[in-house]
Antibody, heavy 120, light 109 residues
Framework: EVQLVETGGGLVQPGGSLRLSCAAS????????MSWVRQAPGKGLEWVSV???????HSADSLEGRFTISRDSSKNILYLQMNSLRAEDTAIYYC??????????????WGQGALVSVSS | QSVLTQPPSVSGAPGQRVTISCTGS?????????VHWYQQLPGIAPKLLIY???NRPSGVPDRFSASKSDTSASLTITGLQAEDEADYYC??????????FGSGTKVTV
């Protein structure tokens, strides 16, 4: 059974850093695309980052290079390192398993989400 | 500001049909990238509803269908049920931005 469990969320001050983890089971994080998607309170979904099977990654330009996605294949864990956090980064962060199609990718499994609150 | 535009809300009586549009541009849907749809019930993570423009994952009722044309796509719910009351999001890929989601549509039954 596929499961994704996010940990590491919490309250952080503006300018601070936080690392989210996503423990995967039922599949290998290195065998598929993995992504982070976030949802600000009362708002819609926003794609954050993707890491491809080959190890390359791509993040939303709006993040201005502050977030880095990575994975540990030996532990089967996906990470999101978030630096220089701002109030507008406050959101639930979902870990998602991605599937590549010929033209695009989609997310067939989602974690329960981790809440990140950025406030002084 | 979402790259893919959806109506904020649609509503219908039980048994009726509702359609949600998803309008993009030549850098995403119009460039040939597939469109996918998700359902988000209140307070829980989104669930994949449609992938690859028209395909339903196992377990998704056949009252959910979707299509894609030019720079837009649509999701249709036929035979609306109370349990369909949720937020719905389209998603695609943009050649300049990467993954992109629609603005979301609240369906009220």
């Amino acid at each position: 059974e596929v499961q994704l469990v996010e940990t590491g969320g919490g309250l952080v001050q503006p300018g601070g850093s936080l690392r989210l983890s996503c423990a995967a089971s039922g599949f290998s994080v290195s065998d598929t695309y993995m992504s982070w998607v976030r949802q600000a309170p009362g708002k819609g979904l926003e794609w954050v980052s993707v890491i491809y099977t080959g190890g390359n990654s791509h993040s939303a330009d709006s993040l201005e290079g502050r977030f880095t996605i990575s994975r540990d294949s030996s532990k089967n864990i996906l990470y999101l390192q978030m630096n220089s956090l701002r109030a507008e980064d406050t959101a639930i962060y979902y870990c998602c398993r991605g599937h590549k199609v010929i033209a695009s990718f989609y997310f067939d499994y989602w974690g329960q989400g981790a809440l990140v609150s950025v406030s002084s | 500001q979402s790259v893919l535009t959806q109506p904020p809300s649609v509503s219908g009586a039980p048994g009726q049909r509702v359609t949600i549009s998803c309008t993009g541009s030549i850098s995403n849907i119009g460039a040939g990238y597939d469109v996918h749809w998700y359902q988000q019930l209140p307070g829980i993570a989104p669930k994949l509803l449609i992938y690859g423009n028209t395909n339903r994952p196992s377990g998704v009722p056949d009252r959910f269908s979707a299509s894609k044309s030019d720079t837009s796509a649509s999701l249709t719910i036929t035979g609306l049920q109370a349990e369909d009351e949720a937020d719905y999001y389209c998603q695609s890929y943009d050649m300049n931005l990467g993954g992109v989601f629609g603005s979301g549509t609240k369906v009220t039954v």
